[in-house]
């Protein structure tokens, strides 16, 4: 801008030395190499201004340059956006199906299993009627039987019989008395027949006799004398309660004796005794339910097909899950021997178990499950290695879980199993 005005400058007193030519008075006559100065000053000027022009040409053309490029840049960002807006939303939209995929095949498979539990809970009540009109026709036709043979009794038989003292042995021998007959007709009959007489087997047939209230009866497996159970009475069917637990007042670390007779108190917490809950089992194809409460009032239960071994076999245990509405945390498909404290039996296991998780149980590695173990409640604070110690739920993937109550009870399979 300084070399334009320097121009203008120089260029102001040539343009008035002609405006002032027009008047009538001729100027002085100027020398040849005053105007070649004048000419090269502007000359000058005018290269000058030529250079500063170019400059700034190429200044603001660099200018330019670079705000094509950050648009060019921008044009490249805002396209990328456009597209990852287009690939989330069509990503959005897939989403949208499958949820909505999920949501009607969820509402299939609840429909469904609703649906099949109303039909399990139909098909038990039929089994159940079912039983017990086999039960009363199985009675009535041993009546029937005994009339036959009261009314097809020769009167030449009677007659005999009073004349002839060494006739009766003949007799009894050609025709067997009653409680012979009644013995040989009972055709498979299930142990039920022994619930008519006094001396129900289990749980199942004390609800069969038609007693609908939990609470403790006497039962006589066979083989077995007779002892009392906790019967817990449910809508169709009857359990036999083998342990139960619900405030910890009860210390389940004890000696093998007492595991094998029992302890406890049949009202509140207890353990059966696992001559008994053999005795039981032994009869029959029998089913293990375990139900489990924790400290948030949750409830689950889980359910398996249950052997024990005898005395020999220090209880052995065999489980197999069928169902349940929790994870699985008992060793399934391995028999297992029951250990307490002071009856050590596996040598598998390199730690002695009833030791540092206290209480007997079916161990196969310290640190599983055990829900013989100490009462522990959310308030206690300790590290992970007491934890072990108490009453818990340990699945196989996961953290232990502190448990309220349990409660281990059984129930035949079969009926008809039974000899």
């Keep these: ?16 030395v002609r405006t002032d ?19 090269q000053l502007l000359a000058n000027g005018l ?3 030529g250079h500063g022009l170019k400059d700034f040409a190429i200044k603001t053309k660099g ?3 670079n705000i094509f490029q950050k648009l060019n840049i921008f044009d490249r960002s805002f396209y990328e956006i456009s597209q990852q807006t287009n690939e989330i939303k069509e990503e959005e939209e897939q989403l949208k199906k499958i949820t909505s995929k999920l949501q009607a095949n969820n509402e299939e498979i609840r429909n469904a299993s609703l649906e099949l539990n109303s039909k399990i809970e139909v098909l038990s009540q039929e089994k159940i009627q079912l039983q017990d009109q086999v039960g009363r026709l199985e009675e009535k036709l041993i009546k029937l039987f005994q009339m036959q043979l009261e009314v097809q009794q020769p009167e030449e038989l009677v007659s005999l019989k009073r004349s002839s003292p060494g006739f009766q042995d003949d007799k009894q021998i050609l ?10 007709i009972k055709l498979n009959r299930t142990s039920k027949l022994q619930d ?11 609800y069969n006799r038609g007693e609908r ?13 007779a002892f009392n159970v906790y019967c817990e009475m449910k809508r169709d069917s009857s359990w036999t309660v083998i342990q139960n637990r619900s405030d910890g007042s009860l210390d389940f670390n004890q000696t093998w004796e007492n595991y094998l007779n029992g302890f406890g108190n049949l009202g509140g917490e207890f353990w059966l005794g696992l001559h008994k809950i053999y005795s039981i089992v032994d009869q029959a194809d029998y089913l293990l339910r375990i139900e489990l409460e924790d400290w948030k009032a949750n409830k689950r239960y889980i359910e398996y097909t249950i052997t024990i071994g005898g005395p020999e076999t220090d209880y052995t245990i065999l489980l197999f899950r069928i169902t349940g509405n929790i994870p699985n945390a008992l060793p399934e498909q391995k028999e297992i021997k029951f250990s307490t404290k002071d009856h050590r039996n596996n040598t598998e296991r390199k730690l002695s178990c009833p030791e540092s998780d206290s209480g007997g149980w079916w161990y196969s590695a310290c640190g599983e499950t055990n829900l013989n173990g100490k ?25 232990p879980y502190l448990l309220k109550s349990t409660k281990l009870m059984i129930h035949p399979t079969d009926f008809e199993n039974f000899e």
């Design 1 to 16: 801008m300084k070399i334009v005005l320097v121009s203008l400058l120089l260029i102001s007193p040539v343009i008035s």
């Design 21 to 39: 030519g027009d008047d009538s008075i001729p100027p002085e006559p100027k020398s040849r190499f005053a105007m070649l100065d004048d000419v």
């Design 47 to 49: 290269l000058h201004l």
């Design 63 to 65: 200018q330019m340059d």
């Design 175 to 184: 025709f067997p008395s009653k409680e012979d007959e009644t013995r040989n």
């Design 196 to 206: 008519h007489t006094g001396n129900a087997t289990d749980c199942t047939w004390i």
């Design 213 to 225: 209230s939990s609470g403790i009866y006497s039962i006589k497996p066979k083989g077995s004398k």
């Design 375 to 399: 009462y522990i409640r959310t308030s206690s604070k300790g590290k992970l290695q007491k934890r072990r110690k108490g009453l818990y739920w340990k699945p196989q993937n996961g953290r």
